[in-house]
């Protein structure tokens, strides 16, 4: 850039040895000579003042240190589309020879070709490309009119993501040329969106995957945006600051794929806003802070209208230290996979595994959780322990084994909302298997079992008590020291009296005693 530049600089996005940053004043400062450009950097950190010097204001910052007076000289204000992905991909967009000879060399055998040349040069010519990647290749638009659309018209995804595009309207010119655009990354771009909903133009018809992650936009614009994309199926919206100000109507319908991370101004109200978008089956909402979910349509043992068809929910690094907050998880219609990693509710626990029990009982059709698959017999060994965990506190709400007169409080029931259903499927607890509960349950309780030797009838059925939360693997090391037989060659299973005639085997060597839901006085059966 020379120092004839105009005004029309202002408000276009540059970058300055890797800083990204927007023009916000051109013009002469006083003393200094020559022209200079004032930016705001997206780090401010980066910058130095206000945009004032010597008690003259010439561009205003959101942070006391983020501008500085540049000169032009020292500014990249990038490049258009077609030139970044020539540079991106070194691609040439010339003409290709018809019937050029070319003799090449198979095995031993020199062949001679006619059009090889021509067939190797389509391959690499932008008219081919249907995938491009121009992150943080100071893309700043499209160029010349109709040039994206006359070069490479078969484009499908492109990533612009950390870019110098300045506004919507930029980003709409190159894609009103891709007619079979389906991706669209738009990250970390500062983008100006427009002030009112836009006439439909057929711009976005075939795009199903939006990314605008750390752009700045609000709620309002991103319905503005997606009212242009009517086959969307994927939106992201990471670390937007959003606040989810108005339910869309008519907009959003299509959309399976919902990723609000990062977005701490979210809470379960502003939720409920999108809880009816009809297709939505993935919800990501990591890192918003939440705390606290409840449908106020569903009660106790009740599926929620809202929510319908959302299938894959993420809950990761929230805020989550209630039981509560799963058993309403339980009220969605569809829900079967969760993740809901580093909450205080599972951090604080010591024992991992019983937390991951007592989620698995509480949401009954949860089939994946924090991306480990529930086996049908995780779910019985939970279900079971959940069951007698919670039997003592069951009977003294008024819970009995006599289906007549079990009628537990509904302080008991709000609290439990799965444990009549579960009595129903296993059986009310006899008073017998009740154990007494511990902080936080199970941990460290023994197990008196009697290990049986079924193909070595010379030895001796021997008594062991042992930790219910002591790995299969523990169970092998102590039973390979004990009777002098190598780990590897050791098969374990074991019979409950409460099961005549059915062995399970204990296959699983990560997995704990507990999770097999063995008991005291069942026998473990040691084979080699």
Request: charged share 25%; hydrophobic share 35%.
């Amino acid at each position: 850039m020379n120092d004839t530049l105009t005004s029309d600089v202002v408000g276009r996005r540059v970058e300055v040895n890797g800083e990204h940053a927007t023009v916000r004043f051109s013009g002469v400062v006083p003393p200094m000579a020559g022209l200079w450009l004032g930016v705001e950097w997206d780090n401010p950190e980066r910058g130095k003042h206000d945009g004032s010097h010597e008690g003259t204001v010439y561009f205003k910052c959101r942070h006391p240190t983020g501008g500085s007076f540049i000169r032009p000289n020292k500014v990249n204000f990038g490049v258009d589309f077609l030139t970044a992905i020539k540079n991106r991909y070194a691609l040439e967009d010339e003409p290709e020879e018809e019937g050029k000879e070319q003799i090449v060399t198979i095995g031993n055998k020199p062949v001679e070709t006619i059009g090889f040349d021509s067939v190797v040069k389509q391959q690499s010519q932008l008219s081919k490309l249907q995938e491009v990647s121009l992150r943080n290749c100071a893309v700043n638009g499209p160029g010349d009119k109709g040039g994206i659309a006359k070069a490479c018209p078969n484009l499908r995804s492109i990533d612009l993501s950390k870019n110098l595009l300045s506004s919507w309207d930029e980003v709409v010119d190159i894609a009103d040329q891709l007619k079979h655009l389906e991706v669209l990354n738009l990250s970390e771009n500062k983008l100006k969106f427009p002030s009112s909903s836009p006439s439909p133009t057929g711009t976005f018809s075939a795009l199903k995957v939006l990314v605008l992650n750390r752009i700045g936009i609000t709620w309002t614009e991103v319905l503005r945006c997606a009212s242009e994309c009517p086959v969307l199926e994927k939106l992201y919206l990471e670390s937007n600051s959003v606040v989810i100000s108005e339910r869309p109507t008519d907009v959003l319908q299509t959309v399976k794929l919902l990723d609000l991370s990062s977005n701490q101004l979210i809470d379960e109200n502003q939720l409920f806003l999108i809880a009816y978008l009809p297709r939505l089956e993935q919800l990501i909402l990591s890192d918003i802070g939440l705390s606290s979910i409840h449908f106020p349509d569903a009660g106790i043992g009740c599926k929620t209208s809202m929510f319908p068809s959302l299938q894959y929910l993420v809950l990761n690094d929230n805020r989550i230290s209630q039981w509560s907050f799963f058993n309403e998880l339980d009220k969605l219609q569809s829900l079967h996979t969760l993740s809901c990693a580093r909450n205080p509710l599972t951090e604080s626990s010591k024992d991992a595994q019983t937390t991951r029990q007592f989620i698995i009982a509480r949401i009954g059709q949860l089939r994946t959780l924090n991306k480990c698959a529930i086996q049908r017999e995780e779910r019985r060994g939970a279900e079971l322990d959940y069951r007698k965990a919670f039997g003592n506190e069951w009977k003294k709400a008024g819970g009995h084994q006599d289906p007549d007169k079990n009628r537990p409080n509904e302080e008991f029931l709000a609290a439990h909302p799965r444990y009549q259903s579960l009595c129903l499927k296993y059986g009310a607890p006899e008073d017998g298997e009740l154990k007494v509960q511990q902080p936080f349950l199970l941990k460290n309780q023994l197990l008196t079992l009697k290990i049986k030797h079924p193909n070595q009838l010379d030895q001796k059925v021997i008594e062991k008590r042992l930790p219910e939360s002591m790995t299969i693997q523990k169970v092998k090391g102590l039973l390979s020291r004990l009777l002098k037989v190598p780990v590897s060659e050791l098969l374990l299973s074991y019979e409950s009296p409460k099961m005549p005639g059915r062995e399970i085997e204990l296959e699983n060597d990560q997995q704990s005693l507990q999770f097999y839901s063995v008991e005291n006085g069942d026998y473990l059966l040691v084979r080699w």
